[in-house]
């Protein structure tokens, strides 16, 4: 039996990893390590984006795929005069997964937790609504003894959760977005065939504005670039009332597009070569692909469109339940089948402008 594209201990390294927006370093130093036997050579810019390229035919195209290695995180912007650090939420954070998390703090991983005012001191109203004013209690009593556990304002906490596996082929843990899309590069990475340069990338400060893929879409400047993501499926209880729009289990989602509104704002439309390219490599791959639009969130590919005078930019991603929280949910064949598609992908000319529908 062939081995999964996505090998599990690599999702493990990638997920202890911890790489809040802005100090990505110890993921990518993991991504750096992992894919180095793969390429032909390991970049960094000073930003922290980690740059693998594998070299092709100098007339064949160049091809960037990229994912992102911060994840969801608070910034300790304060320690009170008790010992309780006071925080700044960075990224897209839903306030209700706040209260009754562990949290691991500073270089150290200090454990910390959030708690809610105890249910015996809520109004009817505070018992209804989400909670306010939380703080990351350390244990500590005082600013000083804060200071003597090596925790200071501007260092970060993550949620205390690694990748675990659920029933079947379903995993769960924090940062799956974006370290499963890390995991699946690293597949592609083993196994292309390809005559193009490819240039396996990892993007910083994708969840607070996408920072990351701007320098490194003008630093690579490929002529395709594909943001390789998870998508929020909708496929459970809580997920929406119409039936779902995407499904675990399902096959991955090939994007039409992706906003910040339902105006399709601030995100971007994928061009219809790049989606061509890659559904025709699922089609080859014998998968079965997702189409979806993402409103209420963007991908690296937004950016990677926009270098220079344009670009073919595009994303595929894997669907993944209760996105933005520690226990985010996905299935490993879609991860696989994701990886599959990319690959086959690299192994196919890009098509003309002739070649494709348009309408």
């Known amino acids: 039996m062939d081995e999964p594209a996505v090998r599990f201990a690599d999702l493990e390294t990638l997920v202890a990893a911890r790489g809040p927006p802005g100090a990505e370093y110890p993921v990518a130093d993991a991504f750096a390590e992992l894919v180095e036997p793969h390429v032909d050579s390991v970049t960094y810019d000073e930003m922290g984006n980690v740059i693998a390229t594998s070299e092709g035919d100098p007339d064949a195209p160049e091809i960037l795929l990229a994912a992102h290695t911060d994840e969801l995180a ?3 912007d304060g320690v009170t005069d008790d010992g309780f650090l006071e ?9 209700g997964n706040f209260p009754g998390q562990r949290v691991r703090v500073g270089p150290d991983g200090l454990l910390g937790v959030v708690g809610a005012k105890s249910r015996h001191y809520m109004s009817d109203d505070e018992k209804a609504s989400l909670a306010e004013n939380l703080v990351v209690d350390v244990g500590a009593t005082s600013r000083a003894e804060v200071e003597e556990l090596n925790v200071e304002p501007g260092d970060h906490a993550m949620w205390d959760r690694e990748v675990a596996d659920l029933a079947g082929d379903r995993i ?25 340069t490819v240039h396996y990338a990892a993007t910083v400060q994708e969840e607070v504005g996408l920072r990351g893929a701007r320098a490194t879409g003008f630093s690579v400047d490929p002529d395709v670039a594909v943001a390789v993501e998870i998508f929020p499926a909708d496929d459970y209880p809580a997920g929406g009332d119409d039936g779902p729009d995407v499904e675990l289990g399902a096959g991955p989602v090939v994007e039409f597009g992706d ?10 439309l994928v061009d219809r070569q790049t989606r061509s390219w890659l559904e025709s490599a699922g089609e080859s791959a014998d998968v079965a692909l997702q189409q979806a639009v993402m ?8 950016e990677f469109q926009q270098v220079a005078g344009g670009r073919h930019a595009g994303a595929i991603a894997v669907p993944c339940r209760y996105t933005h929280s520690p226990v985010e949910t996905v299935s490993l064949a879609d991860a696989n089948e994701t990886a599959a598609v990319l690959t086959e992908a690299l192994a196919t ?6 070649e494709v529908r348009w309408g």
């Open 74 to 76: 608070m910034l300790v």
């Open 349 to 354: 000319e890009f098509p003309s402008r002739e």
């Open 259 to 268: 906003g910040t509104s339902e105006y399709m704002f601030g995100g971007v």
């Open 172 to 196: 769960t843990g924090r940062a799956l977005d974006d370290r499963l899309a890390l995991a699946v590069l690293l597949g592609v990475a083993r196994a292309a065939d390809t005559d193009a």
């Open 295 to 302: 409103i209420g969130g963007t991908t690296d590919a937004t």
């Open 87 to 95: 925080y700044t939420m960075l990224g897209g954070h839903y306030k």
